[in-house]
């Protein structure tokens, strides 16, 4: 009995931390938090995928952390966009979900790419010829993997995820991407430390 009642304590926290979280007062901060964190968590894997193949020695908690400030300025662009694809187009129809999916793959994905390479560049005090390389040699191949993942998710995300849980499951879908990311972000740099050495 002791036990049940102790549960039914936790789910009355959890519940409220969950209306809190996701009212409408707190979401930006809940999205700009779980960005953050996964940002963070996915870099963090692929290091540690890194340092098991022999590829980088040690954690680099910088870099970790300038995944983590990216994952912000994203958590903040994604917030914002899905708030107005859902207030432009309200319903839940295919034919509303496909033309989400098509904005969001035409004009979020870049827009997103652009704003990580830009954030990216500013914490790692790049010019801006530096900056637009970067985006020149390494965006294509991440707007080619988000072609391959996000159509499906975001199928699912529109048409069946309730508006206010948007960037909690992009996040969640994100993480697989964020490794990616990393991989794609950090490849170059590790490649011509390793002609240096």
Request: cysteine-free; overall charge positive; glycine content about 4%.
């Given at each position: 009995m002791r036990y049940r009642e102790q549960w039914i304590s936790v789910?009355?926290?959890?519940?409220?931390?969950?209306?809190?979280?996701?009212?409408r007062k707190f979401l930006l901060y809940t999205n700009i938090g779980i960005s953050i964190s996964l940002s963070m968590l996915g870099d963090t894997l692929e290091q540690s995928y890194e340092r098991y193949k022999g590829d980088i020695v040690?954690?680099?908690?910088?870099r970790t952390l300038r995944m983590g400030i990216s994952g912000l300025t994203v958590g903040i662009v994604c917030h914002y966009w899905y708030q107005y694809l859902d207030y432009m187009y309200p319903k839940r129809t295919i034919h509303t979900v496909i033309r989400k999916i098509l904005?969001?793959?035409f004009i979020c994905s870049p827009f997103y790419i652009s704003v990580f390479f830009l954030t990216m560049g500013i914490l790692e005090h790049k010019s801006w010829e530096e900056v637009r390389e970067e985006i020149?040699?390494?965006?294509?191949?991440?707007?080619?993997?988000?072609?391959?993942?996000?159509?499906?998710?975001?199928?699912?995300n529109f048409f069946f995820v309730a508006p206010r849980y948007r960037v909690f499951y992009d996040n969640s879908?994100?993480?697989?991407?964020?490794?990616?990311?990393?991989?794609v972000k950090y490849k170059k740099?590790?490649?011509s430390d390793t002609e240096t050495d």
């Open positions: 789910q009355k926290v959890i519940s409220r931390w969950h209306n809190t979280a996701f009212s040690g954690w680099d908690r910088t904005l969001d793959q020149k040699d390494k965006a294509v191949t991440l707007y080619a993997a988000e072609w391959t993942v996000w159509p499906a998710a975001q199928f699912i879908v994100s993480l697989g991407y964020d490794v990616f990311t990393s991989k740099k590790q490649n």
